[in-house]
């Protein structure tokens, strides 16, 4: 049996460095590339290989799992990504306009690459083990290309249609857990009020009709944002601010209102960010 291509991966944070790692423990030779010699670090000790952008694009196939496509846009500007660099396609992971999704298809078809997007939806631990959503935006031929490399990513493929159809899906999603995310806040706020422990409010409303994704997995963004702060990211790119800003861009780019989007861009993400905080300060006191 022929062993399988080296596979490129740009982009190593909390989501693509647990995608690059599960993707080397299911037996690909991945290539990765990122401006941070420790997030390449464990790649490198779990057999993979880390290497120069120029080395990653000698891949038929890159994985890119950056926060948008702005790395990808500074490479084809720069001309490290030609028809010349040997890859034929990219499977974008990264959250992005749909619209973004379709200009950057259109870029990469000029110079004879494939684009397929498949932005992602389950959080590292999901990644980790192989057991992400994937929403798959473009064309047949180039999805069974890389058939192989979905599979080991997670098993609930949706294949949704063409470029910008993955994106538009990825976009909607984060609206619905968003807005759980801050429903859950508010209606915690009120029980508390009256004696209720949060784990009895979650246990009942998971049982009832109330019952959420977030519910159940109540403190999902906790070491999430533990990642971030220890990064030093900005506030404004963390997916509960970039994501919920994309949507409604979006939305008004398709002449379509989005209360909802605008609410939730407000709040959402400083009260994940408080609470994440406060756990952590609970646990360590």
């Not at 619209?99 to 950057?104: E, G, I, V």
């Not at 019952?211 to 990211?233: K, L, Q």
């Amino acid at each position: 049996m022929n062993a399988p291509p080296r596979l490129g991966f740009l982009g190593l944070g909390n989501l693509g460095s647990a995608m690059a790692l599960r993707l080397i423990d299911a037996g690909f030779p991945v290539v990765a590339h990122d401006p941070s010699a420790e997030r390449l670090a464990p790649i490198e000790r779990s057999g993979g290989t880390a290497g120069s952008a120029q080395d990653v694009l000698a891949c038929a196939t890159v994985c890119v799992a950056t926060p948008d496509d702005a790395a990808l846009l500074a490479l084809l500007d720069d001309g490290v990504l030609s028809a010349d660099s040997g890859l034929e396609r990219v499977v974008l992971h990264s959250t992005v306009l749909p619209t973004a999704a379709r200009s950057l298809a259109e870029r990469l078809d000029s110079i004879g690459v494939a684009l397929l997007e498949v932005p992602v939806s389950g959080g590292p631990a999901a990644a980790r083990e192989g057991r992400l959503a994937l929403y798959v935006g473009g064309d047949d031929e180039t999805v069974d290309a890389v058939d192989d490399v979905l599979r080991a990513l997670g098993e609930r493929r949706f294949r949704l249609g063409p470029i910008g159809a993955g994106s538009a899906v990825k976009l909607a999603n984060q609206l619905v857990m968003l807005a759980a995310v801050d429903a859950l806040h508010e209606g915690l706020a009120l029980s508390r009020v009256f004696d209720v422990d949060d784990a009895a409010a979650l246990e009942a409303v998971a049982a009832s009709t109330g019952d959420t994704w977030v519910g159940r997995n109540w403190g999902f963004f906790d070491d999430i944002v533990a990642d971030y702060d220890d990064s030093g990211s900005s506030a404004e790119g963390r997916p509960w601010r970039k994501d919920l800003r994309e949507f409604i861009d979006a939305a008004r780019a398709v002449s379509l209102p989005a209360p909802l989007g605008e609410h939730l861009v407000a709040v959402v993400g400083d009260r994940i960010e408080a609470d994440a905080r406060a756990h952590r300060e609970g646990r360590s006191s």
